[in-house]
């Protein structure tokens, strides 16, 4: 096993990196793949069946505004993993930081209509009250 990995290491180096960690960082970004599928499919299918059995539309409305992001965040979790196991989590962190950023403002982009609509009707519930 040991020659196993010697080999690996010693043929396999990109900047420095040995072999081993680039197998296990791409093994991540594989399982990351995965659990981004098996999420937005198995526990996001779940919870939609959960909000269809209550009265309100808006829990409808706002899992399906989470879907695409929650999923991708997923993602960007096991890249960050990745990223950790590699050993260059310090030059990527700002790209990373970047991505969570991404997928708050694709959030509040994505939530604004909803949130618009549920104000709406708010407000006329209420007689357009002020104070």
């Known amino acids: 096993m040991k020659e196993i990995v010697y080999f ?10 040995p072999g081993t960690r680039i197998f296990i960082a791409f093994v991540i970004i ?15 299918k779940y ?15 706002l899992l399906e505004i989470l879907n695409p992001p929650l999923s991708y965040l997923v993602l960007l979790l096991g890249f960050q993993l990745a990223a950790i196991s590699v050993g260059v989590v310090d030059s990527l962190q700002k790209v990373i930081q970047l991505g969570y950023v991404g997928l ?9 209509d909803v949130f618009t609509v549920y104000l709406e009707r708010l407000t006329k ?3 357009n009250r002020t104070g």
């Open 8 to 17: 690996i290491n010693s043929k396999f180096t990109i900047f420095d990196i």
């Open 30 to 44: 594989i399982v990351a793949l995965l659990f981004k599928r098996i999420f937005s499919q198995w526990v996001l």
């Open 47 to 61: 919870l939609d069946h959960l909000t269809r059995k209550t009265k309100s539309n808006l829990d409808d409305a």
């Open 104 to 112: 708050m403002c694709w959030l509040i982009y994505r939530s604004a």
């Open 125 to 127: 519930k209420n007689g």
